[in-house]
């Protein structure tokens, strides 16, 4: 999951960013001091459009077109397929001792089949006949059809001089025929005839139905419960944050599904709980605790899959109480039940009907923020600038971000000691604009900072070997007013140096 302090560090960023834009040099006004070299660095305006157009890390973040932004993590889609909750069918045998059988056959074992259309699979019989001539025979299976006509083996059994005669009919395929098991009862019925054209009765067929598969099934499936995954969601949201109190002000969790079981589904969310930072444990709690019913196909949409959405939200789960509490693992199972009422309704199973869940969280970039501390150390290295005895920086910004921003910058040696700061205490660098009731920016506000660095501190900033930048953010109004961060906002900066050179 990527790290959603990265959107709000990207309010520090944007200062550095400006002052990498050296194209308008010629419009900046030069500071108003008189050193022995004065230098305007950077006029330039930046949003943080800028930034993330440009910024492949970015990709988890959904700009709407009205430059408003949020948080996105979709977990990769799980399915349950139908054909994993009912076994495969498994050979069984046939036994004729009459003209006419009618079989009770049981395919599943939860599963009362009425039509079965099958797509593969075999019938072989077995023939023993104590009549002293060539006996002619036709078995049929009047509710096994294809295209209105009825399944049917034939064989001549021939008198070989002594009885009883015995012959075979080699497994013959059953491919595509569609097989109404109305009764749960297969029918069978044969005809035997002498040469005389005199029906005759058998001493015995046996046979053996094998390796049937099917394209789809039709009956009554009873109230079965099943796993449809159990997943834990690391959540390094709060990875970066040492500090501070952050709250959002509308996420989501959702969970989308896509279902062609024509039968009736449950779906539950189950045992789901976060995991702290702190070593807590938070359950979470929704109005979908006891289940939500699925939208289903029926009998005449076989093929087709329907959708439904399950969203957690502020009004219906305690996510935003989840959230503030800065989980680092959460944990769930989602469950799902046939037929839950038990009800004797006909419905159906495709060979690929399955039910495909996706989770995903939604977070949009709208809350509030007090004092949230983000910590960032990367390597460091400044090229020999002993020539300069001292510098001053003159940083004017004109902040459209809905954010105050101190920020402190240390310089540390290659054992991660401090050995001097940028500035004087943490320096307040922005301060967060005149904001409307929704939340949006209505006048900017600039703010004027000076950075002095003494000759002796340029020197031992010389020797730092890795910096650590410590940011602070809050919302307007001490982070009691929710804020809407939009992509369009804009940072104004102007910067410019004084540099003391010795001669």
């Not at 349950?80 to 003209?99: G, H, R, T, W």
């Not at 005669?165 to 025929?177: E, G, L, R, V, Y």
């Not at 503030?324 to 199972?333: F, H, L, M, T």
């Not at 159906?348 to 910590?375: L, N, Q, R």
Request: charged share 20%; net charge negative; proline share 4%.
């Amino acid at each position: 999951m990527r790290k959603l302090s990265y959107v709000l560090f990207c309010t520090c960023t944007l200062l550095v960013y400006s002052c990498q834009n050296y194209e308008d040099f010629r419009e900046v006004d030069r500071v108003d001091h008189n050193p022995e070299l004065a230098i305007p660095l950077v006029n330039s305006s930046l949003s943080l459009d800028d930034i993330l157009e440009n910024e492949e890390d970015f990709s988890f973040l959904t700009i709407a077109p009205d430059g408003s932004m949020s948080y996105n993590y979709s977990q990769d889609p799980v399915e349950k397929a139908a054909s994993e909750l009912i076994e495969e069918m498994e050979d069984f045998p046939l036994a004729l001792v009459d003209s006419f059988m009618s079989v009770p056959v049981q395919l599943f074992e939860n599963f009362t089949v009425s039509k079965l259309n099958l797509k593969n699979g075999t019938i072989a019989f077995d023939i023993q006949s104590s009549h002293t001539e060539d006996i002619n025979l036709k078995i049929t299976f009047p509710g096994m059809t294809q295209n209105g006509s009825p399944f049917e083996m034939q064989s001549i059994i021939e008198y070989q001089g002594t009885t009883p005669t015995t012959t075979s009919i080699s497994p013959t395929s059953i491919q595509n025929f569609a097989l109404n098991l109305a009764g749960g009862n297969l029918d069978i019925r044969y005809e035997a005839y002498n040469n005389a054209g005199q029906r005759v009765l058998l001493d015995l067929i046996t046979g053996e139905a094998k390796d049937w598969t099917y394209s789809s099934i039709e009956g009554i499936w009873a109230n079965e419960t099943f796993t449809v995954n159990s997943d834990t969601i690391e959540v390094d949201l709060f990875d970066d944050i040492t500090d501070g109190e952050i709250s959002f002000a509308d996420p989501k969790l959702i969970l989308d599904i896509q279902n062609s079981i024509g039968f009736p589904v449950q779906m539950k969310i189950e045992n789901m709980m976060a995991y702290t930072v702190d070593g807590n444990s938070i359950p979470f709690t929704s109005i979908f605790s006891d289940g939500y019913n699925l939208k289903y196909p029926g009998l005449n949409e076989m093929g087709q899959e329907t959708s439904d959405q399950i969203v957690l939200d502020k009004n219906n789960s305690n996510i935003i109480s989840i959230l503030n509490a800065r989980p680092k693992y959460i944990v769930y199972d989602v469950v799902g039940i046939i037929n839950p009422e038990d009800a004797q309704t006909t419905g159906f199973i495709a060979e690929d009907s399955k039910v495909k869940g996706e989770f995903s969280i939604e977070i949009p970039i709208y809350g509030t923020a007090s004092d949230f501390t983000i910590e960032s150390i990367s390597d460091f290295e400044l090229e020999d600038i002993e020539q300069i005895s001292h510098a001053e920086f003159k940083l004017i910004t004109d902040n459209g971000i809905p954010l105050d921003l101190e920020m402190q910058v240390y310089f540390m040696d290659e054992n991660g000691l401090e050995i001097d700061s940028l500035l004087q205490g943490q320096t307040a660098l922005l301060s967060a604009p005149e904001m409307g009731a929704n939340g949006a920016v209505i006048n900017t506000t600039e703010q004027t900072n000076i950075i002095e660095i003494p000759a002796e501190r340029v020197n031992l900033i010389q020797t730092a070997k890795q910096i650590k930048v410590k940011a602070s953010l809050s919302t307007a109004n001490q982070g009691m007013t929710p804020v809407r961060i939009l992509s369009t906002q804009e940072l104004k900066v102007r910067l410019g140096a004084i540099l003391g050179i010795d001669n």
